[in-house]
């Protein structure tokens, strides 16, 4: 039988973008001395929680002040042909430091790193941060505080089902399906949808993304429930949408690995090959973390989800104990020849070998420079490497077997500068808020080390708001509610 239970706020959705939603809602509450309530619901089992924000390393485009790169919004206008919204893009400009300094001040540890190696294309002064102990850090901590507070109940397994309207369109609450099987109703003033995009709905991304996309391993496990639930009960109750419906992030994995987001960074310093040993993407087109997510896509869509990375002695040297290839936890096969290395990576040795060779030949005398785009390059060669092309000639020689894993999609509901969402007009629906990556925002491609910080802003903006337009007495009461039996 269905029960129903009265919140002043339901947010749906346990990764960054909810947390801190719920955090900020029970602190600014507090702050005010409002008596409220909060329901935090998550579709996954507790140890499944949170989507892919546990598993990420959650690099940030931060400088060493935790003030953001002030060039991403010009990045942004580069990516999406004009199309991004700009006003949201210096928005997330503007606020993400202060989310970086809560959650400082909430205890997490964040590690300042000065790149030596990687010629960023953040304007950081070749800075970024990443919070000690990755995403898992930062949930666990936020899960920490909240659990402080006595008016917040954390609900998993339950599925958002429906959005609840009353007969002018305002949210009134959240129908959900319990792992009873049966329906219940929170009743609420206010949603805040943060479960992510729909990764794991296989129809969805056949409509949406196109072709294939079933064959695409999810890069964290949690991901699996981010079925595009909170996009499908937006539509319903007359959402518009943003971002690029037919786009998605990937990144190449190690397929060794049997950890999430066991990611390849380099690609830029070595040549990739597909399963023929044919290279197929120009690896030195762009800085680093412009092109990663441009050839997994390329290895998805054209190779057969099946590609290798060949290094030598010198680039990995170099890089040593770098995030850039030591983010997987499995050591990279070695041998002392390339036709050894081929054989070790299920690849034809002679083939191998000739790629190697006519790589080799066809690059230019200029300088070899990580911290530039240095022209150093191939000719006559299809395709051409444009930077960055050092030969590979210092023995022994290296090598990844590497695969496109989904990260996140692109396309979702359309907000405002307060993460409410907006209807197809683009006027408020009443008491329907949302953030991360059920948003829409990119288009063509994603400016990296932003995701993570932008889930956390507006999330943490859109509970806080809901806080301080809060009025006096529980919602069970001021919605006429205080008859319904707590059957929870």
């Not at 989310?99 to 001040?105: G, H, P």
């Not at 786009?247 to 994995?253: R, S």
């Not at 191998?352 to 200029?366: F, L, P």
């Not at 993460?419 to 008491?431: E, H, K």
Request: charged content about 25%; hydrophobic content about 40%; some cysteine.
């Amino acid at each position: 039988m269905a029960s129903f239970r009265g919140y002043d706020l339901v947010v749906v959705g346990s990764g960054f973008a909810g947390c801190m939603a719920t955090l900020a809602f029970l602190e600014e509450t507090e702050r005010l001395k409002k008596n409220a309530r909060v329901a935090l619901v998550e579709v996954g089992k507790e140890g499944e929680r949170s989507g892919a924000s546990k598993w990420t390393m959650a690099y940030l485009r931060l400088d060493k002040n935790l003030d953001f790169d002030a060039d991403w919004v010009k990045e942004m206008r580069r990516v999406s042909n004009g199309v991004a919204d700009e006003d949201y893009c210096e928005k997330l400009r503007r606020e993400a430091p202060v989310s970086a300094r809560y959650l400082e001040d909430h205890g997490v540890k964040f590690v300042h790193h000065d790149e030596e190696n990687v010629l960023l294309e953040f304007k950081t002064e070749q800075h970024f941060v990443f919070p000690e102990g990755g995403g898992n850090a930062i949930i666990n901590n936020l899960f920490g505080h909240m659990k402080k507070y006595q008016n917040v109940d954390i609900i998993y397994q339950a599925e958002a089902s429906k959005l609840l309207t009353d007969d002018a369109g305002a949210i009134r609450g959240l129908k959900v399906r319990k792992a009873d099987g049966y329906l219940h109703d929170l009743i609420a003033p206010s949603v805040v949808l943060a479960c992510g995009g729909f990764e794991g709905n296989q129809e969805m991304m056949a409509r949406y993304v196109g072709r294939d996309t079933h064959k695409l391993p999810l890069i964290a496990p949690g991901l699996k429930y981010n079925r595009g639930a909170g996009l499908k009960m937006c539509l319903e109750v007359g959402a518009g949408t943003a971002g690029s419906f037919d786009g998605m992030h990937c990144e190449l994995v190690d397929t060794r690995s049997g950890k999430p987001d066991a990611v390849m960074w380099g690609h830029n310093y070595g040549i990739v090959v597909n399963k023929h040993s044919k290279r197929f993407y120009d690896e030195g087109n762009r800085h680093l973390f412009a092109t990663f997510e441009m050839i997994a896509l390329e290895c998805w869509k054209d190779q057969d989800m099946s590609c290798f990375f060949i290094t030598d002695d010198a680039i990995m040297e170099r890089f040593k104990g770098s995030w850039v290839y030591e983010t997987t936890e499995v050591p990279p096969e070695k041998a002392d020849t390339i036709e050894e290395l081929a054989q070790k990576l299920g690849l034809d040795p002679e083939a191998t070998k000739k790629t190697v060779e006519e790589y080799n030949a066809a690059i230019n005398d200029k300088t070899f420079d990580l911290m530039k785009l240095d022209g150093k390059a191939t000719t006559g060669l299809s395709p051409n490497k444009t930077n960055w092309a050092a030969p590979i000639t210092k023995g022994p020689f290296y090598g990844y077997p590497l695969t496109s894993n989904l990260t996140f999609t692109y396309g979702g509901v359309k907000t405002d500068l307060h993460a409410r969402v907006l209807s197809t007009n683009d006027v408020p629906i009443p008491g329907l808020w949302a953030a991360g990556e059920m948003t829409g925002l990119f288009y063509n491609e994603y400016p990296p080390a932003t995701s993570c910080l932008r889930s956390m802003t507006f999330g943490r903006l859109a509970g806080a708001e809901i806080a301080q337009k809060l009025g006096g007495g529980h919602p069970s009461h001021a919605s006429g509610l205080a008859t319904l039996a707590n059957r929870w």
